[in-house]
């Protein structure tokens, strides 16, 4: 059984914020901001969170698909901004789309977030246990930044992106293979702390926490990580880099994204980027980029795809894709 997306969608709330707008509140600028990082804009949601946004993504993925939200037999969201400790995002969305035949849940892998969710749908839809499904990778990390801390505020946006996913008994078309890494003993190098912090029988709740980052341990764990596990992947597939049409990267910082593309000796044309208009949407950034791909009619029949993450956990991960 295969693993075959059949329709993608993603959204992004209204509100733009130019460079030139954050240099207003931090001491930063817009030639900094875009040759440290390729960014020159994101999207910001002033209101409603990731749920909103998750919900409009997944629409327009069912819509692309042709297929009804009644159909839909299990939701997967990627998040780690939910609107909610609980409900889950999934159960929200399946709320919102009247998926009544789904069965729902989130994963949190942070920037890795929707390959660790395609990888869990690919591994029950090969099992038989279920034969459509809805992806989701959604953040609203604008609400869990310190807009005081320029180190970290000028890097993130808001934004969704979702894939559904059918049950293939046969064919080409599909999700080949996946790896996945983790390695906690990393994971105080990119935190961002609960909201539910409140103590046993005392009156005190600690202020939120925000995200908190070592820039130069995350760029230099992902310029090695993602181009290693890119390699391996290729190599338990047997398929050459060269036989693979795009590499679909997390969008964190085009400098990044180079210096992967240096390693993997491929050139940037490979590499397609959406950084510039977007910042960082940590697990929408993947889906995102797939659904322009796809709207734009870059993927045609029979074309392989790498999409490959890598974010907070420290967690990383890359699949292989035949269009
Ligand atoms: N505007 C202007 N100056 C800034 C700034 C900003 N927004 N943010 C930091 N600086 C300053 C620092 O204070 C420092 O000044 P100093 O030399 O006077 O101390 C200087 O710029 C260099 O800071 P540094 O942190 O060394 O910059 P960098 O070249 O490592 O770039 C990042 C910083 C964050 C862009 C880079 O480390 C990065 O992209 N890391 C990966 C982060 C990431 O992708 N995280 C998400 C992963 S999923």
């Known amino acids: 059984m295969k693993t075959v997306i059949i329709g993608t969608g993603s959204f992004a709330p ?3 914020v130019t460079n030139d707008d954050l240099a207003e509140i931090v001491d930063t600028s ?49 998040t780690t901004t939910a609107d909610y400790c ?17 069965v729902g849940y989130d994963v949190s892998a942070a920037c890795s977030g929707f390959i660790f969710a395609l990888h869990t749908m690919d591994a029950l839809i090969k099992t038989g246990t279920y034969g459509t499904g809805l992806v989701i990778g959604a953040d609203n990390l604008s609400k869990t930044v310190d807009w005081s801390d320029r180190s970290t505020c000028v890097l993130f946006g808001d934004g969704a992106g979702a894939a559904v996913v059918k049950a293939c008994e046969s064919g080409d078309r599909g999700v ?3 790896q996945l890494g983790s390695d906690g003993s990393k994971a105080s190098v990119l935190t961002c702390q ?23 341990e995350v760029f230099k764990f992902a310029v090695k990580k993602v181009p290693e596990c ?9 398929t050459d880099i060269d036989e693979v049409k795009y590499l679909v990267l997390h969008q964190a910082n085009y400098r990044i994204c180079e210096s992967i593309a240096r390693r993997l000796k491929i050139s940037m044309d490979k590499i397609p980027m959406n950084i510039d208009r977007y910042g960082n949407t940590s697990g929408a950034t ?15 029949r029979g074309d392989k795809v790498v999409l490959a993450g890598f974010g907070a956990g420290l967690t990383w991960g890359a699949m292989l894709v035949q269009w």
Request: overall charge negative; proline content about 6%.
């Open 176 to 178: 080949i293979c996946s």
């Open 14 to 16: 209204p509100r733009v």
């Open 86 to 102: 609980f409900p889950s995002t999934a159960c929200e969305v399946q709320g919102i789309l009247g998926a009544g035949n789904a």
């Open 230 to 238: 890119v390699d391996s992947l290729l190599r338990d597939a047997g």
């Open 194 to 216: 609960a909201r539910s912090m409140g103590n046993f029988l005392t009156e005190s709740r600690p202020e939120p926490g925000y995200i908190a980052m070592e820039g130069q």
């Open 30 to 78: 817009d030639e900094w901001i875009r040759t440290r990082t390729g960014i020159v804009q994101r999207r910001i949601s002033e209101g409603p969170g990731t749920t909103w946004m998750a919900a409009e993504a997944a629409k327009r993925a069912l819509e692309d698909a042709g297929v009804r939200p009644e159909e839909i037999d299990i939701i997967i969201a990627a």
């Open 286 to 300: 993947i889906p995102i980029l797939l659904d322009e791909l796809n709207r734009q009619g870059k993927l045609c």
